[in-house]
C-alpha cells in the first residue's frame, strides 16, 4: 500500500504524520522556537556531562548535562568494556541464548540485533563506584527524553544514525535490522558491512538499507565518522555541563527515520519546511524526490485529511470500534490499561462469534492507539473471554501481525486463562497524552471530584464538631458551592432544621460560585 507523508506548520509547533489508507503510521510533533529546541535533551543529543552522585545501592549514576533535572545513568550503560571483554561476551551470550526457552513472542526494532549478540551488562561484577567518582566528565548520549517527572535517562554507549546505518564507536558489532526478513539479503548486507566496518568499532544496517549498494552504506558510514571525530575534538575544548552534538532538525529526523522508500507523496504546508525537505530528500531520498508538493488550500493540511480528529481519538480514554464495541485505554506512569467491550455490538449468529470478531477489530485498533499514543512499558490488554483455543490463538496472531507496523520493539506474551495478553512496549519519548494535555486543575488529575451528596456528610460532621466545640455561639456561617448549599438546603433532606433543632444555634449558609465543589467554611460568632 502507498504511503503519505504530511508536514503541517503551525507558528512555532511543526507536526508530522505518516498515512497510510487513513490511518497514521507514525506521528511526530515538536514545539517551541529554536531556542527552545536546542535547551530540551532529544534523543541522540551527545553531552559533555559531570557526575553529580554515584549511588552504590542503586548501581546507577545521576549526571549533570546542563538542565535542571539531572540525567540518570544506569551501569550497564556506564561501563564501557575492552574489545576482548567484548568479544568474550558476546561468545558467551549466544551460547546463552541457544539454550534459553523463547517466552513469548517479540517484533523487533532496529537496534534489537545489538541487544541479541551482546548483553550490554558485560561485566557483572564490576561496581558502578569503581570506575566512576564524583565530579568526573564524561561523554553521553541521551536514550530518552524526560518523561513525566523523571529527568532525561543517558548511556555512554554513543550510537549515530544515518538515513542506512548506524555507527558504533565503541561496541565492536556488525547487525542487520531485524525487520529486513529475506536471509539472503541480510547475509549480503552484513557481508558488505564486515568490508566496511574497522575493528573495535560496530555497524548496524537499517531498515531502509535493504537493496542499497556498497557505495550508498559506505558513504553514510564514513559521514556518521566524520561527525563522531568532530564531537571527540570538540568534546575535549567544552567544559561540562555543555552540548557536543545535535541531533538533526526535526524536519530531518522525519525524514531519516519515518519516511519509507514507498512513500507516494510528500506534503508540506511550510515554504522554509518545503525548501528543506527537498535539500535533504536531494542528498538522500532520491526516490521521493518529484513526489513533494507545497499544500496550498484554505482548509488545513491536517483538518483535510482528516488527522486532526484521529488525534483527538488518540487523547481520548473511550475509543469507539466500528462494529460498535469500544476500547477503554487507561495510561499511568509504567502501565497501560487496555480493556475490551462489545458495547452495542450484538452479532448476527452466534455469542462465540460476536465475541471473536469484536476481539480481532479490538486487536488492530489496539495496535494503531499504541503507535498513536506512543504508549510504552507494561501493556495489559483484557479481552473478552473466548472459550475456544483456536479462536484464543487467532486473535494472538492477528496481534502480532498488527504490531509489525510499529517502529518500537514489543514483546507480546500469548494469552492466558484469564483472557489477558501482557507485553511490553518500548518508548524513548513522551506520549501523545503528556505531550498534548496537562492534570485538570479542577480533579487535580484524578479524573474524578466527590459527589455533592459526599460533600454534603463530610461538611454536617464537620458543622457538628463545630457546634459542640463552640457552645457558646449563637449563629454559625456555612460557605460552599451552590450545588452543595442548595443540597443542604433541600427539604427532602431536612439537613439544616434538624441541625439547628438540636443545637438550638442559627445556621446561615452562603453560596459561593469561585468555591471548588469540595471545598466549604464553617465559621462561629
Known amino acids: 500500500m502507498s504511503k503519505e507523508l504530511f508536514i503541517n506548520k503551525t507558528l512555532n509547533e511543526c507536526r508530522a504524520a505518516l498515512v497510510e489508507n487513513g490511518e497514521i503510521l507514525d506521528f511526530l510533533m515538536e514545539r517551541g522556537t529554536e531556542q527552545q529546541q536546542e535547551d530540551f535533551p532529544s534523543v541522540g543529543n551527545i553531552y559533555k556531562g559531570k557526575v553529580l552522585r554515584v549511588l552504590p545501592g542503586m548501581q546507577s549514576a545521576f549526571v549533570d548535562i546542563g538542565f535542571t533535572k539531572a540525567a540518570f545513568l544506569y551501569v550497564d550503560d556506564a561501563y564501557i568494556p575492552t574489545i576482548e571483554e567484548q568479544r568474550e561476551i558476546a561468545e558467551k551470550t549466544k551460547a546463552e541464548q541457544e539454550k534459553k526457552a523463547r517466552v ?15 548483553n550490554m551488562r558485560f561485566r557483572p561484577d564490576v561496581s558502578i563506584e ?17 518523561i513525566s517527572t523523571k529527568g532525561p535517562r543517558i548511556t555512554r554507549h554513543v550510537t549515530l544514525a544515518g538515513r542506512h546505518v548506524v555507527f558504533m564507536p565503541f561496541i565492536e558489532h556488525t547487525g542487520v535490522s531485524r525487520r529486513i526478513e529475506n536471509e539472503t539479503e541480510r547475509d549480503r548486507l552484513r557481508e558488505i558491512l564486515e568490508t566496511i566496518r574497522p575493528d573495535g568499532k560496530g555497524i548496524i544496517a537499517r531498515t531502509v538499507a535493504e537493496g542499497q549498494s556498497y557505495k550508498v552504506l559506505k558513504s553514510d558510514y564514513n559521514m556518521m565518522v566524520k561527525i563522531w571525530k568532530e564531537v571527540s575534538k570538540r568534546s575535549e575544548t567544552l567544559k561540562a555541563p555543555s552540548l557536543c552534538y545535535q541531533d538533526l532538525t526535526f524536519i530531518q529526523r522525519v525524514l531519516r527515520d519515518i519516511t519509507d522508500e514507498d512513500v507516494a507523496r510528500v506534503l508540506v504546508d511550510d515554504k522554509d519546511n518545503l525548501k528543506e ?8 531520498l532520491p526516490n521521493i524526490k518529484g513526489k513533494i508538493e507545497h499544500y496550498s488550500e484554505d482548509i488545513p493540511l491536517f483538518e483535510k485529511f482528516n488527522l486532526d480528529i484521529e488525534i483527538e481519538r488518540g487523547l481520548s480514554n473511550k ?25 452495542k455490538f450484538v452479532g448476527r449468529k452466534n455469542l462465540e462469534e460476536t465475541i471473536l470478531k469484536t476481539n480481532i477489530e479490538a486487536v488492530r485498533e489496539i495496535a494503531y492507539q499504541l503507535r498513536l499514543r506512543n504508549c510504552g512499558g507494561i501493556i495489559i490488554i483484557d479481552f473478552i473471554d473466548m472459550e475456544k483455543e483456536e479462536h484464543r490463538e487467532q486473535v494472538y496472531s492477528t496481534l502480532l501481525e498488527a504490531l509489525k507496523k510499529d517502529r518500537s520493539k514489543t514483546n507480546v506474551l500469548p494469552i492466558s486463562g484469564l483472557g489477558l495478553v ?14 498534548m494535555c496537562e492534570p485538570c486543575p479542577y480533579c487535580e488529575g484524578t479524573g474524578k471530584v466527590k459527589s455533592t451528596m459526599t460533600v454534603c456528610f463530610e461538611l454536617v460532621r464537620e458543622l457538628i464538631k463545630s457546634l459542640k ?17 442548595a443540597r443542604l438546603c433541600d427539604q427532602d433532606m431536612d ?24 471545598q466549604f467554611e464553617i465559621f462561629s460568632q
Open 469 to 485: 466545640q463552640n457552645a457558646d455561639s449563637k449563629k454559625v456561617f456555612i460557605y460552599a458551592h451552590p450545588e452543595v448549599t
Open 422 to 435: 501482557e507485553m511490553t512496549r518500548k518508548r524513548t519519548r513522551d506520549t501523545l497524552t503528556r505531550i
Open 104 to 118: 513469548g513472542e517479540v517484533i523487533p526494532d532496529e537496534l534489537s540485533t545489538l541487544g541479541e549478540h551482546v
Open 277 to 284: 525537505v527537498e535539500k535533504f530528500s536531494d542528498k538522500f
Open 319 to 343: 475509543v469507539f470500534l466500528r462494529s460498535g464495541g469500544s476500547l477503554n485505554i487507561d495510561q499511568t506512569e509504567a502501565l497501560v490499561s487496555i480493556d475490551v467491550n462489545t458495547g
Open 495 to 518: 439537613m439544616i432544621e434538624t441541625l439547628e433543632e438540636t443545637f438550638g444555634k442559627s445556621l446561615i449558609i452562603r453560596s459561593e460560585n469561585h468555591y471548588h465543589i469540595e
Open 130 to 146: 569503581s570506575f566512576l567518582k564524583e565530579g568526573d566528565e564524561i561523554i553521553v548520549q541521551v536514550a530518552k527524553e524526560p
